[in-house]
């Protein structure tokens, strides 16, 4: 027995030194497992997309007079436009029904201060999201819905432009459409990405119907085509990985530095929380490694299936690293989804 309690404690003590020299050797190459490293730029306010009046009173409160604009145009246009579909393979709902389309710029025509507001938040150079290092995600989550929201008066103003042959109006909001999912991309976190790339896909939607209808001039093109921006995806996924990786580890120790719910003492004494937090953060991140460290190529996304299969196989069921490593998995295919989709467009407007 006295042997076999020395043999546990000893194990103990590997897992926990592993995870301190796995730590090491990361600050050693110049790899750093917190959030500030990967955290976009801190920006001053004028030049901050999030910080313009407009914006910051939109989702600083609700009860804000730019939030009731946001408000308001999402009840109208769902009472108003009963029935819409976003835009599908170059078709648009507004395409037969021009008295639907005159309806938006008409209401459009109300909101001419806001709509210049917001066009001049999002040619500002840079972002920076009001959130604080600690990552409230519930705040995220309030501010992007606000931001889809308001991006959703842009779509169906360039949309309703389209159909009517209003070729300014329609480049102003596609053009805006395309700054801010720039902006919302740049801030790292894998929400506030995944919102950027579906305010981008909604311009590239809309990119397409002028594309069918012919609806573009030559400099309209160009002008297109060099706002439609496709930064390389492996490089992007992996800024994003390394800062989510940031933000879990710091989760992971929060909840396993303490006692399980009705653990037993011996559990407790052989597994103690020490073990089961170095155990997992290194597990985690060693699975990370096998795509972080390798060139940011699709191939290399696309193995880190195999390497997830084989990594949760051998974690305790429940264990929450397996979780946590799942998330990834749902990441590159969008990203390279999305690239595709984007070059195949920035082609067609070059032809």
């Given amino acids: 027995m006295v042997a076999g309690l020395l043999v546990r404690l000893q194990a103990i003590r590997r897992d926990v030194e592993r995870w301190e020299n796995y730590q090491q050797e990361c600050r050693s190459r110049g790899e750093d497992l917190g959030i500030e490293a990967w955290l976009p730029p801190v920006v001053a306010d004028r030049e901050n997309f999030a910080a313009h009046p407009w914006i910051k009173a939109m989702i600083a409160s609700e009860k804000s007079p730019e939030a009731k604009v946001v408000w308001d145009w999402k009840y109208w246009a769902y009472d108003a436009l009963d029935g819409h579909e976003e835009p599908d393979n170059g078709r648009s709902w507004f395409e037969d029904k021009p008295e639907k389309a005159a309806m938006v710029m008409e209401r459009g025509a109300t909101l001419a201060a806001d709509l210049a507001a917001i066009r001049e938040a999002a040619g500002r150079p840079a972002c920076r999201l009001p959130l604080a290092l600690d990552r409230d995600r519930d705040r995220l989550s309030e501010v992007l819905d606000w931001l889809i929201d308001m991006t959703g008066i842009i779509s169906l103003r360039a949309e309703a432009a389209l159909a009517l042959n209003e070729e300014a109006t329609a480049m102003d909001s596609i053009e805006t459409l395309l700054q801010i999912g720039d902006h919302l991309q740049s801030q790292h976190f894998l929400l506030s990405v995944l919102v950027g790339k579906r305010v981008k896909a909604a311009a590239v939607s809309l990119i397409e119907i002028g594309l069918a209808r012919g609806s573009f001039s030559s400099a309209s093109r160009l002008r297109l085509r060099s706002s439609l921006l496709n930064p390389p995806a492996g490089e992007d996924i992996g800024t994003i990985v390394r800062l989510e990786r940031g933000m879990i580890l710091e989760q992971m120790g929060k909840l396993l530095e303490q006692r399980a719910p009705g653990e037993r003492f011996g559990e407790g004494f052989m597994q103690p929380p020490a073990r089961r937090t170095a155990y997992s953060k290194y597990t985690f991140c060693k699975g990370l490694d096998s ?35 799942l998330l990834f998995e749902t990441i590159y295919p969008p990203f390279y989804q ?13 032809e």
């Fill in 291 to 325: 795509v972080l460290l390798k060139p940011a190529t699709r191939e290399t996304w696309e193995s880190f299936d195999q390497i997830l299969e084989e990594a949760v196989n051998d974690l305790p069921p429940g264990d929450l690293t397996a979780g946590w490593l």
């Fill in 338 to 350: 999305h690239a595709d989709r984007v070059e195949d467009i920035r082609k067609k407007l070059a």
